[in-house]
Nanobody, 123 residues
């Protein structure tokens, strides 16, 4: 079992930045693929970014590529999402997720989820 806890959300003006963090409870966290998803009101949960266990492979949704950066620190059992040049359409609840291996863009492929953190971008 892996418990995930997100933090770092908040209210920011368009063009601003936020850094989300996700802390994992399990010591073997470093073997897990981690990802960030988001869900806006009335919309389905969508893939934002993913990173493999070693951190050597990353993937981004087209809508955030060039603006968001995913990273991880396995010594701290943590994964991060640096979000720059934020837009109002980035407003959503952001979730951290984990699965055993391989970056997947489908939410149902992930085994563990955090409770989410709200990101609101004002225009």
């Amino acid at each position: 079992q892996v418990q995930l806890t997100e933090s770092g959300g908040g209210l920011v003006q368009a063009g601003g930045s936020l850094r989300l963090s996700c802390a994992a409870s399990r010591r073997t966290y470093s073997t897990y693929t981690m990802a960030w998803f988001r869900q806006a009101p009335g919309k389905e949960r969508e893939f934002v970014s993913g990173i493999n266990g070693s951190g050597g492979l990353t993937s981004y949704a087209g809508s955030v590529k060039g603006r968001f950066t995913i990273s991880r620190d396995n010594a701290k059992n943590a994964v991060y999402l640096q979000m720059d040049s934020l837009k109002p359409e980035d407003t959503a609840i952001y979730y951290c997720a984990a699965r055993s291996i391989g970056i997947q863009v489908v939410p149902t492929r992930y085994d563990y989820w955090g409770q989410g953190t709200q990101v609101t971008v004002s225009s």
